[in-house]
């Protein structure tokens, strides 16, 4: 009985299928409910804030501003201290709410609590503040001027400017046969997920029971301990049912503080659901524009690249905000042998919604650089597509990239070469041309990539086999709809060699799961599965020595298959795995218990993605098919794993053609789910996904690299090349608009 490698069904999809799960907003108790007063104004003092015709409301209990919530917190909301080193920021913790200055519009700047969501709305509308307002900056080029200032205590707007230089840049220079100008821009977005952010926190008797839409239950219990003071023995927090998170649940908003200390205040449960307007407030992402010349010979051969990343982290560092300016410069090289490299990477501060991160997070927009670079450079020397990657590509694995990031395993140009077939590269290019003879605007496109995955240092795992041998799992890992869970069973039933039904995986509540780093960056089958699979392994040694300890002999002579185990020596004594279970706990022990903390490192999976696009004669561009060819590693499940490719595919159809998080001159987000277009299956293209057979596997034990942003990381790059090949212009940034395409069509009649 094997199950790794075969895509099997998802184990725990039936309550998501009959609307049975349980997400926050489901929890049914007897709670207060909370609502926020939010700034009008992008930039002003507040000079006064009256509260007293809100509380006349009936059903309100209180009203709270940051005089009541602040005193409460012995510290904010700061970079993730994990994989952001806090020194490099200048950055002030956020506080539940601001003391005397706003600094975006929609800014939480009060608390209202009542008996029902109804009369809390109600009464928002009567909370008065006076504010004093002063001239925004809502764009990174003048915010970096300094002329407005968004935090006054720091005096500049810039809170991150580090050089990431390497190799021989002038002389890189020097030997080029042409210098070429690129710029890639990625526009802000929202990650939507189907859940809007929720939090239901009681604190009774000096203990405080959270239930969180999250990603990170164990990181957010150490912040909430931190930040109010309160041993984390004395925190539980509870992950129910999650739709959805795309990074943007690794975040802890004002509003989570707010309604934490509401319940210390109070001393009674209280709950928050965002509603869409707000949870399209409290997670936007992306926005970068990067700007720069690279030296190339006439060949092909990229000598070095130069140039300046701009980044915005809206009004305040957000706990993930600090990971683009860090990740993004330094796989801009991505899976390239460029030596010689001078970025700048600057991240400044706006009076704009606060940046947190979103599916691949700072993969996406390196990839849409460095692609950029090559599919220009590929223009401008009358290359192909192809023989420009071919030219460049990494040639010997494991590599060192010039800032340090050690590409584990694969055959970047074996990948290629054999994607390109695999997918029908230059048939497709065939066929459009010969499509846009007849005057249909069509285009192929292709791009590579080079993803990190499998964020460490470590993850948790726990086993119990019970006396009857069913199995439970307790990972660290926090599925939130990717559906990892069933792998990790796949790869426990595997190494028990037992039926898959007998195995439960449970995660998500901190009073259950010893330790956890949660989900994100495609980590939870390789690092949780491993971890999973290493714990499987010493409960398997704990039944053997019962065993050998029932027969009388050493270990060794003890042999495992199949359910059964036998004395290698006497083939006729053999005993049961549902035996050895019961015997376990005969002698009143706890049993087949066992834990660990599995470390390792990053993992590097690859691939080549290709989009054919289509153009209709407003500018509307359509995305017909996406085909995908990936190393990565070990497949623990084709479904699952394919699966992903289509998310993350269609989230970068959206990325590259549809979606963006608008804002006007004073900052306001001016655009809703009317004019928001995330794509649906109207716009889902047709779907090709290929996973190399003779994969390069990590040093995991899975063998796994990781897939779950892949899509996502090197599809926007994909299909912006693929409209570049309908229309015949080049295009920088994404998304490109139909204003912007049919400005273009227009332009070359």
């Given at each position: 009985m094997?199950?790794?490698?075969?895509?099997?069904k998802?184990?725990?999809?039936?309550?998501?299928?009959?609307?049975?799960?349980?997400y926050?907003?489901?929890?049914?108790?007897?709670?207060l409910?909370?609502?926020?007063?939010?700034?009008?104004y992008?930039?002003?003092y507040i000079?006064?804030i009256?509260?007293?015709?809100?509380?006349?409301?009936?059903?309100i209990v209180?009203?709270?501003t940051s005089k009541e919530?602040?005193?409460?917190l012995?510290g904010?909301?700061?970079?993730?201290p994990?994989?952001?080193d806090?020194?490099?920021?200048?950055y002030?913790?956020?506080?539940a709410f601001?003391?005397?200055?706003?600094?975006?519009?929609?800014e939480?700047?009060?608390?209202v609590i009542?008996?029902?969501k109804y009369?809390?709305?109600?009464?928002?509308d009567?909370?008065v503040?006076?504010?004093?307002?002063?001239?925004?900056?809502?764009?990174?080029e003048?915010?970096?001027k300094?002329?407005?200032?968004?935090?006054?205590?720091?005096?500049?707007?810039i809170?991150?400017?580090?050089?990431?230089k390497?190799?021989e840049?002038?002389?890189?220079?020097n030997?080029?046969d042409k210098i070429v100008?690129?710029e890639?821009?990625?526009?802000?977005?929202?990650?939507?997920?189907?859940?809007?952010?929720?939090i239901?926190?009681?604190?009774?008797?000096g203990?405080l029971?959270?239930?969180?839409?999250?990603?990170v239950?164990?990181y957010?219990?150490?912040e909430f301990?931190?930040?109010?003071?309160?041993?984390?023995s004395k925190?539980?927090?509870?992950?129910?049912?999650v739709?959805?998170?795309?990074?943007?649940k690794?975040?802890l908003?004002?509003?989570d503080?707010?309604v934490?200390?509401s319940?210390?205040?109070?001393?009674?449960?209280?709950?928050?659901?965002a509603?869409?307007?707000?949870?399209?407030?409290?997670?936007?992402a992306r926005?970068n524009?990067?700007?720069?010349?690279?030296a190339?010979k006439k060949?092909?051969?990229?000598?070095g690249?130069?140039?300046?990343l701009?980044?915005?982290l809206?009004?305040?560092?957000?706990?993930?905000?600090g990971?683009q300016?860090?990740?993004?410069p330094?796989?801009i090289?991505?899976?390239y042998?460029?030596r010689?490299l001078?970025?700048?990477?600057?991240?400044?501060?706006t009076?704009?919604?606060p940046?947190t991160?979103?599916?691949?997070?700072?993969?996406?927009?390196?990839?849409?650089?460095?692609e950029r670079i090559?599919?220009?450079v590929?223009?401008?020397?009358g290359?192909?597509?192809?023989?420009?990657r071919?030219r460049n590509l990494?040639t010997?694995l494991?590599?060192?990239n010039?800032?340090g990031l050690?590409?584990d395993?694969g055959?970047y140009?074996g990948?290629?070469?054999e994607g390109?077939?695999?997918l029908?590269y230059?048939?497709?290019?065939?066929?459009a041309e010969?499509?846009?003879?007849?005057?249909?605007r069509?285009?192929?496109g292709?791009?590579?990539?080079l993803?990190?995955c499998?964020f460490?240092?470590?993850?948790?795992?726990e086993?119990?086999?019970?006396?009857?041998?069913d199995?439970?799992v307790i990972?660290?890992t926090?599925?939130?709809?990717q559906?990892t869970?069933?792998?990790?069973?796949?790869?426990?039933?595997d190494?028990?060699?037992?039926?898959i039904?007998?195995?439960r995986?449970i995660?998500?509540d901190t009073d259950?799961v010893a330790?956890?780093?949660?989900?994100y960056?495609?980590r939870?089958i390789?690092?949780?599965?491993?971890?999973?699979?290493?714990?499987?392994?010493?409960?398997?040694?704990k039944?053997k020595r019962i065993a050998?300890?029932t027969?009388n002999?050493d270990?060794?002579?003890v042999?495992?298959e199949?359910g059964?185990f036998?004395l290698k020596?006497?083939?006729?004594k053999?005993?049961s795995?549902?035996d050895?279970?019961?015997l376990?706990?005969r002698?009143?022990?706890?049993g087949?218990?066992?834990?660990l903390?599995?470390?390792n490192?990053?993992?590097?999976?690859y691939?080549v993605?290709?989009?054919v696009?289509?153009?209709?004669d407003?500018g509307?561009?359509?995305?017909l098919?996406?085909?995908?060819y990936?190393?990565?590693?070990k497949v623990?499940?084709?479904?699952?794993?394919?699966?992903?490719?289509?998310g993350?595919?269609?989230?970068a159809v959206?990325?590259?053609?549809?979606?963006q998080a608008l804002?006007?001159?004073n900052?306001q987000?001016?655009?809703?789910y009317?004019?928001?277009?995330?794509?649906?299956?109207?716009?889902a293209?047709?779907?090709?996904?290929?996973?190399?057979?003779?994969?390069?596997p990590s040093n995991?034990p899975?063998?796994?690299k990781?897939v779950g942003?892949?899509a996502?990381i090197?599809?926007?790059a994909a299909?912006?090349r693929a409209?570049?090949?309908?229309?015949?212009?080049?295009f920088?940034k994404?998304p490109?608009t139909?204003?912007e395409i049919?400005?273009?069509i227009m332009?070359k009649?």
């Amino acid at each position: 009985m094997s199950y790794v490698g075969k895509p099997v069904k998802r184990l725990y999809d039936d309550k998501f299928v009959t609307g049975k799960s349980t997400y926050v907003d489901d929890i049914r108790m007897p709670a207060l409910y909370a609502g926020f007063v939010r700034s009008t104004y992008p930039h002003a003092y507040i000079k006064r804030i009256d509260i007293s015709d809100a509380l006349k409301v009936n059903g309100i209990v209180a009203v709270f501003t940051s005089k009541e919530i602040n005193p409460l917190l012995k510290g904010g909301i700061r970079p993730w201290p994990t994989y952001i080193d806090l020194k490099s920021f200048r950055y002030i913790e956020r506080k539940a709410f601001p003391e005397n200055k706003v600094k975006y519009l929609g800014e939480p700047i009060a608390i209202v609590i009542g008996q029902d969501k109804y009369s809390v709305r109600d009464a928002i509308d009567k909370v008065v503040v006076d504010y004093e307002p002063l001239k925004p900056v809502t764009s990174m080029e003048e915010a970096e001027k300094d002329q407005i200032i968004v935090h006054d205590e720091l005096k500049t707007n810039i809170s991150y400017k580090i050089p990431f230089k390497a190799g021989e840049i002038d002389k890189a220079f020097n030997e080029a046969d042409k210098i070429v100008k690129v710029e890639a821009i990625n526009e802000r977005l929202i990650p939507n997920p189907m859940e809007p952010r929720g939090i239901i926190a009681r604190y009774e008797g000096g203990t405080l029971s959270i239930w969180y839409s999250t990603q990170v239950p164990h990181y957010m219990r150490l912040e909430f301990s931190r930040i109010f003071g309160i041993p984390e023995s004395k925190i539980k927090v509870s992950m129910p049912d999650v739709g959805g998170a795309f990074g943007s649940k690794v975040h802890l908003t004002p509003e989570d503080l707010a309604v934490v200390a509401s319940s210390i205040i109070l001393g009674r449960p209280v709950r928050w659901t965002a509603t869409r307007s707000e949870e399209m407030l409290a997670s936007e992402a992306r926005h970068n524009v990067f700007t720069g010349e690279v030296a190339v010979k006439k060949d092909g051969t990229v000598l070095g690249i130069k140039g300046k990343l701009l980044l915005d982290l809206g009004a305040y560092m957000t706990v993930t905000a600090g990971l683009q300016p860090l990740i993004i410069p330094m796989m801009i090289p991505g899976p390239y042998k460029i030596r010689n490299l001078d970025l700048e990477s600057v991240a400044v501060y706006t009076n704009t919604p606060p940046i947190t991160m979103y599916r691949g997070a700072s993969r996406p927009e390196a990839t849409y650089i460095i692609e950029r670079i090559m599919s220009t450079v590929a223009d401008e020397l009358g290359l192909d597509d192809v023989t420009i990657r071919e030219r460049n590509l990494v040639t010997e694995l494991p590599y060192t990239n010039p800032f340090g990031l050690r590409y584990d395993s694969g055959d970047y140009i074996g990948l290629l070469k054999e994607g390109v077939k695999k997918l029908g590269y230059y048939e497709l290019k065939k066929w459009a041309e010969e499509e846009r003879k007849k005057g249909h605007r069509v285009g192929v496109g292709l791009a590579f990539y080079l993803e990190i995955c499998s964020f460490g240092p470590w993850e948790y795992a726990e086993i119990r086999v019970d006396e009857r041998g069913d199995v439970l799992v307790i990972t660290g890992t926090t599925p939130h709809g990717q559906g990892t869970e069933t792998a990790i069973a796949q790869l426990v039933a595997d190494t028990f060699q037992i039926d898959i039904n007998r195995v439960r995986v449970i995660w998500g509540d901190t009073d259950t799961v010893a330790a956890s780093m949660g989900t994100y960056g495609s980590r939870s089958i390789t690092i949780g599965g491993s971890a999973a699979m290493k714990v499987a392994e010493k409960i398997l040694d704990k039944m053997k020595r019962i065993a050998a300890s029932t027969w009388n002999v050493d270990v060794q002579e003890v042999q495992y298959e199949k359910g059964e185990f036998r004395l290698k020596s006497d083939p006729s004594k053999r005993m049961s795995w549902d035996d050895v279970a019961n015997l376990a706990y005969r002698s009143h022990d706890p049993g087949l218990v066992e834990k660990l903390m599995y470390e390792n490192d990053v993992t590097f999976p690859y691939g080549v993605h290709i989009a054919v696009v289509e153009v209709d004669d407003t500018g509307i561009a359509r995305v017909l098919e996406y085909r995908a060819y990936d190393d990565i590693g070990k497949v623990i499940n084709p479904a699952l794993a394919e699966g992903q490719i289509h998310g993350g595919g269609l989230q970068a159809v959206g990325q590259a053609l549809y979606e963006q998080a608008l804002l006007n001159d004073n900052g306001q987000l001016i655009v809703t789910y009317a004019d928001y277009y995330i794509p649906t299956v109207v716009e889902a293209p047709k779907f090709t996904s290929i996973f190399a057979e003779n994969y390069h596997p990590s040093n995991y034990p899975t063998g796994s690299k990781g897939v779950g942003e892949a899509a996502l990381i090197v599809g926007p790059a994909a299909i912006i090349r693929a409209l570049e090949d309908a229309v015949g212009a080049r295009f920088t940034k994404t998304p490109t608009t139909p204003e912007e395409i049919l400005r273009t069509i227009m332009s070359k009649r």
